[in-house]
């Protein structure tokens, strides 16, 4: 699938955002485990991996990664929806720890357990929904769907290992 998500351009720290819906800010600030939030809000959670492989490395990510690198996209679901669109980009050192063989076991479960893992800052930015057609599809057809998306990312580390995790909010229950 491989979204291309706007990597190359400036995000912004949370106090740049601003009309943030209240049903999204408990989530978007997370600084913790997303997993473990969602988990904690609906009865039923799920990964759905939509891909989960070699690819090749996006330009503004080539000096962190290398040319080629581990991307892995998957869904988020709570009670059979998707909410969450997620792109992880692994180095090889990350690889090596193992964390691109987990199939649908959350990310988040694998980085918050181990003390080794170390995230770095959040960043966000505002995504119009209407670029990024292939998320409506996944957020599937709603009279209510957004206009605009959130989006955050931050990397994290484990000595020479760095993972950078993309996270998209697409569930229109969190712009109500």
């Avoid at 998957?74 to 692994?90: D, F, K, P």
């Amino acid at each position: 699938m491989l979204l291309q998500l706007p990597l190359e351009l400036p995000w912004h720290k949370n106090t740049q955002l601003v009309n943030v819906e209240a049903a999204l800010a408990p989530y978007l600030y997370e600084t913790h485990s997303l997993t473990a939030k969602l988990k904690s809000s609906c009865d039923s959670f799920s990964v759905s991996v939509l891909s989960d492989e070699l690819k090749d490395v996006p330009d503004t990510l080539k000096a962190d990664l290398s040319s080629v690198a581990w991307c892995r996209e998957v869904t988020l679901n709570c009670n059979g929806r998707a909410v969450i669109y997620g792109q992880s980009w692994l180095n090889e050192q990350a690889c090596n720890t193992g964390v691109h063989l987990i199939g649908d076991t959350p990310l988040g479960e694998i980085l918050f357990s181990d003390l080794n893992w170390h995230r770095g800052e959040l960043e966000y930015i505002r995504l119009r929904a209407s670029e990024y057609l292939s998320l409506a599809g996944l957020m599937g057809a709603s009279l209510s769907s957004p206009t605009e998306l959130f989006a955050r990312k931050s990397w994290f580390k484990n000595g020479n290992a760095k993972i950078l995790v993309c996270e998209v909010f697409i569930s229109e229950s969190f712009y109500d």
